[in-house]
């Protein structure tokens, strides 16, 4: 299995452009994780899917961040518009079920200018 | 709400020192309890886990933990570290049905 693929690997961006981040999670898997990783607050977790639908998103910080999981192999984390401050590492998981271990992508390193 | 408490942020060891880095967590129920590991510049992996049984869990690389409910703690180890230990190590915490909740890290630095 290739495990949890993330795109891109890198984005650099302007302040006020739009971000999207996919994610493919591992075939079979039924729950998908998005996290934010920073120095100052760690590993945040954004929002997580469950059978395609979204249980908590608590964790998202404000509207102008998104996310949608239209099939069970695909998801995307959408900035719009994007600021400095959002600059971070978006992880995105997978598991099997709830509790399980989740297997982590290598992330999408976001830098907004 | 749970919540992860990591005591060290940054750990320094010479290699073949002692290793435990502290974990505690909040919550009062039944969780399950993960180590996770970020070498520099890497995703996360894991390192062990406790879901029941045996509160010593054996996990990769020599590593172990001790879940003692008591103290709601699930403290790392390893006997010796070696120079590519260094890495970020978190503790993570669920409940059934609900996602990991990470506590802070701590670095770990082996000086070769």
């Known amino acids: 299995d290739a495990g949890v693929i993330q795109s891109p690997r890198h984005e650099v961006t302007e302040m006020g452009q739009e971000v999207t981040l996919r994610c493919k999670p591992i075939s079979g898997h039924n729950s998908l994780f998005w996290y934010r990783q920073t120095m100052m607050r760690g590993l945040e977790l954004l929002i997580y899917?469950?059978?395609?639908?979204?249980?908590?998103d608590s964790g998202m910080p404000e509207d102008r961040f998104s996310a949608k999981m239209p099939n069970a192999s695909f998801s995307t984390l959408k900035i719009q518009p994007s600021e400095p401050r959002d600059s971070a590492v978006y992880f995105c998981?997978?598991?099997?079920?709830?509790?399980?271990?989740?297997?982590f992508g290598p992330g999408t390193r976001l830098t907004v200018l | 709400a749970q919540s992860v408490s990591q005591h060290n942020h940054h750990v320094i060891l010479s290699e073949a020192a002692s290793l435990e880095l502290g974990c505690n967590y909040s919550?009062?129920?039944?969780?399950?309890l993960f180590w996770y590991v970020q070498y520099p510049g890497q995703h996360l992996q894991l390192l062990l886990k406790y879901f029941s049984g045996d509160p010593l869990v054996k996990g990769i690389k020599g590593f172990e933990a001790e879940f003692i409910k008591s103290k709601f703690s699930f403290n790392l180890r390893k006997p010796s570290v070696q120079w590519s230990d260094t890495a970020e190590y978190f503790c993570?915490?669920?409940?059934?049905?609900?996602?990991?909740?990470f506590g802070k890290g701590t670095t770990l630095s082996v000086s070769s």
């Open positions: 899917f469950n059978n395609n639908v979204p249980i908590d």
């Open positions: 998981a997978s598991s099997s079920g709830l509790p399980g271990e989740q297997f």
């Open positions: 919550y009062g129920g039944t969780v399950n």
């Open positions: 993570a915490v669920n409940e059934a049905g609900t996602a990991l909740i």
